[in-house]
């Protein structure tokens, strides 16, 4: 089976821009989360759908959305980009709650 | 609040010297408790997933087990490949589905 995929891998951005990124998860598995890497912070949840529908939220700003398709791919949107938004922008997949999630390679987006 | 500590945050062992790496945790509820494996520049990697107290589970050179307060992650006679940052998260009971992590244990094998 084919593991999660995100991309693009790499994206470089200016303060104000906005930028979108994609999630592929597993063949079969319906539940999708988001996570934000950065060094001082370590992994920081942001939100996680299933079926469409955004099921749990993390505490990050408004300028963080995302979406879920029926063929359960996501997208995460940043809009008005910051500096302190450059990390390595992480999605990983699960059949449903409860179970293990995995991680695709992530997104380093890096804002100049 | 939630919260899950890892130490030590770096480790530096030679080969063939085993150690445990310490994941503790205060939750209102465990629902289960995830090891993984993250090399620099890559996404982690799914190693063991533990759901009560007692538990263990055990893949090649690595041994999680899980008590109440914290879970171990033994590494027995450790090669240079097993270098990387070992991530240690909790899955908390009430609805809300998402993952807790540490910031991680740097662990380092020389040859």
């Known amino acids: 089976k084919a593991g999660v995929t995100q991309t693009p891998r790499y994206l470089i951005k200016t303060r104000g821009q906005q930028v979108t990124l994609s999630c592929s998860p597993i063949?079969?598995?319906?539940?999708v989360s988001w996570y934000q890497q950065t060094p001082g912070q370590g992994l920081q949840f942001l939100f996680e759908y299933f079926s469409e529908t955004q099921r749990n939220k993390g505490n990050f700003p408004g300028r963080f959305s995302g979406r879920q398709f029926s063929n359960s791919r996501s997208e995460m949107n940043v809009s008005t980009l910051e500096l302190g938004d450059s990390a390595l922008y992480l999605c990983?997949?699960?059949?449903?709650?409860?179970?293990?999630?995995?991680f695709g390679p992530g997104t380093r987006l890096l804002v100049l | 609040e939630d919260q899950v500590t890892q130490s030590p945050e770096a480790l530096r062992l030679q080969e063939g010297e085993s150690s445990s790496l310490n994941c503790s945790y205060t939750v209102s509820g465990l629902r289960g408790l995830f090891w993984y494996r993250q090399d620099p520049g890559k996404g982690p990697e799914f190693l063991f997933t533990l759901y009560s107290a007692g538990e263990e589970k055990e893949k090649e050179r690595l041994k999680a087990t899980l008590t109440k307060k914290e879970s171990f992650l033994h590494i027995t006679a450790p090669k240079p490949e097993d270098s990387a940052t070992y991530l240690c998260?909790?899955?908390?009971?009430?609805?809300?589905?998402?993952?807790?992590f540490g910031k991680g244990t740097k662990l380092t094998v020389n040859p």
């Open positions: 998260a909790v899955l908390t009971q009430g609805g809300s589905e998402k993952l807790v």
């Open positions: 063949s079969g598995h319906r539940s």
């Open positions: 990983a997949s699960s059949t449903n709650r409860g179970e293990t999630q995995y």
